[in-house]
């Protein structure tokens, strides 16, 4: 899902979030990716007849239409859309006894993966947000010497993957010889759980593309001799965000708590993509003004001739202004990005005029046309 998706997304979401129903007769379906479509249909026939049940007029017609016009829109499917299909429809009156039926139909930019029947006064939105939010990952590693948890985060979803021990003995109150003996083999069982954690870790993260970064917590120094002794291939090390000291938490918790003290450097990690980004533009504007074009006149010239590669385009902008150009940039293939003004940069891009392109080719912007 590209950032032309989530606006588009978003804005959907905010539109439905405005709408509440008098009574509970707004519904929302979700049917997952790959899920036989005619089941749902079956399904929602057999809501009419429960619907049939309310003991209020208005309420039951207002369901029972809503119902009937999600059943006809199934028939226009053959089959489920690859990533699933979100509906919504009901009356969104204001008017006590006044019918306004709407439905919304939306074929998700990324998989969804839960099925869902809701009548209920307001529409259910949270697994669209989820899907928001989903689109990058950051690995999770909780590190102790006789425990490890290694997990995932998407969005605000924390998912366990794989749970290793050590096998590493507590400490002994042996002196002498026997001390350093015992020593050796307890840093030695130490630094093959470092090593089989590293392989896990590899295993997991080292061909995941939507990996964003990785985050490391645990106790004491444990976390820095993992890094130090595990073995970790150099390109998940390169991965490594934020190295936390979270206690003796190797467990659920524990990567929720990870999660908790990271947030500083997550949210810093998409200020520093739209800083680069913006900085690469503006060097283009500055060394090669005939690959770069920026205002939204311009703009949308440059992709009305296809020579657009890549639109930046500002979140202050104006919305149908943000919309014109995302679908031109669909239609002719061009890549959107979209940027805040929460960095100097971002202020800079949006004083002049908030909409920036990388070019293909050199085009002459004609101002009559506009």
């Known amino acids: 899902m590209d950032d032309a998706d989530k606006f588009k997304l978003r804005e959907v979401i905010e539109d439905l979030e405005k709408y509440k129903g008098r009574h509970t007769e707004l519904i929302s379906v979700y049917v997952p990716a790959g899920y036989n479509l005619n089941l749902i249909a079956t399904q929602i026939d057999a809501e009419k007849g429960t619907a049939a049940n309310i003991k209020s007029k208005n309420t039951r017609n207002s369901v029972v239409d809503a119902l009937e016009r999600i059943s006809r829109n199934f028939k226009l499917y053959k089959q489920t859309p690859p990533n699933g299909l979100a509906v919504f429809c009901g009356n969104i009156s204001q008017q006590e006894g006044v019918e306004d039926i709407k439905l919304w139909v939306i074929e998700p930019p990324f998989e969804l993966k839960i099925k869902v029947y809701r009548c209920d006064q307001q529409f259910l939105l949270d697994p669209l947000k989820d899907l928001l939010e ?219 005029g908030g909409v920036g392109a990388f070019l293909r080719f050199q085009f002459k912007f004609d101002e009559s046309k506009d």
């Open 134 to 352: 989903a689109t990058e990952a950051y690995g999770l590693i909780i590190i102790e010497r006789k425990e490890a948890t290694i997990g995932l985060l998407e969005g605000k979803n924390i998912q366990v993957l794989k749970k290793l021990t050590s096998g590493v003995p507590g400490k002994v109150k042996a002196g002498g010889q026997s001390a350093m003996r015992f020593s050796r083999i307890t840093e030695s069982m130490a630094k093959e759980f470092y090593r089989r954690v590293a392989e896990s870790a590899k295993h997991e993260f080292f061909e995941m593309k939507k990996l964003k970064g990785i985050l490391l917590g645990g106790p004491g120094p444990t976390k820095e001799d993992f890094l130090k002794e595990g073995d970790l291939p150099t390109a998940l090390k390169e991965k490594v965000l934020a190295i936390k000291d979270i206690g003796y938490y190797p467990d659920e918790f524990g990567l929720q708590m990870l999660v908790e003290a990271s947030n500083d450097v997550l949210s810093q990690q998409e200020i520093i993509k739209e800083k680069e980004l913006l900085q690469s533009f503006f060097l283009q504007l500055a060394t090669k003004k005939d690959k770069a074009s920026y205002g939204f006149d311009e703009v949308k010239q440059a992709l009305e001739v296809g020579a657009a590669e890549k639109v930046i385009i500002s979140l202050k902008l104006d919305k149908a202004r943000i919309n014109e150009i995302i679908d031109l940039a669909k239609n002719t293939g061009a890549s959107v990005e979209m940027v805040s003004d929460e960095t100097g940069e971002g202020m800079e891009f949006k004083n002049i």
